[in-house]
């Protein structure tokens, strides 16, 4: 499905299905006791995509639905999920022991971390994305009897329109220094628009702010292997259009771009994450599609003193 400038969703239909999609594959690598997300399966299940809360509940097995050695799958997906939680998570409690007191998750989706992780005292969170999309998580995690375990606060509005004031709206402190979280978010902007959201974090991070970002390429590099796999996804019962979901264009890196803000950025591969989380790094044989996640990387920053822009 084609993404258009003002198009809409939720957790059950274009881009929102991919939050869904990727807490289906935390909620799996949680029955595997690789992560800890014990919200993972019940916000899957509440979504209501049968496909992936099959998946998430261990009742579909990889041969069924993935190719053998295909770059992307349902299980590749899932091992990578497993490292970039991991990471993100690591992330967060070194900005903690720094001291950091307010964090901000962009394109939040159904992501818990607010109600899972140990949280200083103190500590503000917000969380951007639809309302749509927040309200959902949150009616479905209090009626789960879960409580956030810190000062939890809803920015709810699109990452294309002016989040920035919408924040500021809702208390965020621009003296205090910051941990920005962007996950599984800059493919699914317009190469314009990520732009202007690193530029707006910029804008609004105090000394010693800290960001994780995870950098990938959403366009494939070959239609036919993907519309393979989704035609295999669709044949096991998946409803909702997956495919084009990604804003095409060239576009900045974005760990040039921050360095070029002033942020001091440290680079991790892809498969430098996956080989040290224990998994099948990706091939690197020339091939279109496998170069492509080969390209793919994390990466941390931290805005220096006196070089705020």
């Known amino acids: ?34 992560i800890d997300d014990r919200f993972a399966e019940p916000l899957v299940r509440a979504v209501g995509i049968e496909f992936f809360t099959r998946w998430a509940c261990g009742e579909l097995d990889a041969d069924q639905v993935d190719f ?4 992307w799958g349902m299980q590749r997906m899932t091992d990578q ?39 200083a005292t103190g500590t503000t969170i917000f ?7 927040l309200d959902f998580k949150t009616a479905t995690l209090a009626g789960l009897g879960a409580a956030p375990g810190a000062d939890l606060r809803a920015v709810p509005i699109d990452l294309r329109q002016d989040w920035p004031l919408a924040l500021r709206q809702a208390g965020f402190d621009i003296e205090a ?11 699914y902007l317009p190469p314009e628009g990520q732009d202007r959201l690193l530029a707006n974090v910029t804008a609004l991070s105090a000394d010693g702010s800290r960001l994780v970002a995870e950098v990938f390429f959403s366009a494939p590099a070959s239609r036919e292997l993907y ?11 998946l409803d909702v259009e ?20 002033g942020w001091r950025v440290t680079r991790t591969a892809l ?20 170069t492509l996640f080969t390209q793919n990387y994390y990466c941390t920053a931290v805005l220096h003193p006196g070089r705020r822009i």
């Open 127 to 133: 969380e951007i994305d639809v309302p749509q999309v």
């Open 1 to 34: 499905m084609a993404r258009t400038d003002n198009d809409t969703w939720d957790l059950a239909s274009s881009v929102g299905a991919t939050a869904t999609m990727v807490a289906a594959g935390r909620a799996r690598a949680s029955r595997a006791a690789l």
């Open 68 to 71: 053998p050695d295909a770059p």
């Open 242 to 261: 997956m495919d084009r979901l990604g804003y095409p264009g060239d576009r900045n890196d974005v760990a040039t771009y921050l360095a070029g803000q």
């Open 81 to 119: 999920q497993t490292a970039r939680t991991r990471y993100i998570d690591g992330f967060l409690a070194e900005a903690q022991a720094a001291g950091v007191r307010q964090v901000v998750i962009l394109a939040s989706g159904l992501d818990a971390r607010g109600y899972r992780l140990p949280w």
């Open 177 to 187: 220094p910051t941990a920005w979280t962007a996950e599984g978010l800059f493919g």
């Open 227 to 237: 519309d393979a796999i989704f035609a295999r996804w669709y044949e096991h019962g």
């Open 271 to 290: 498969n430098e994450l996956l080989v040290g989380n224990g998994f099948r790094p990706h091939a690197h044989d020339n091939s279109a599609d496998e």
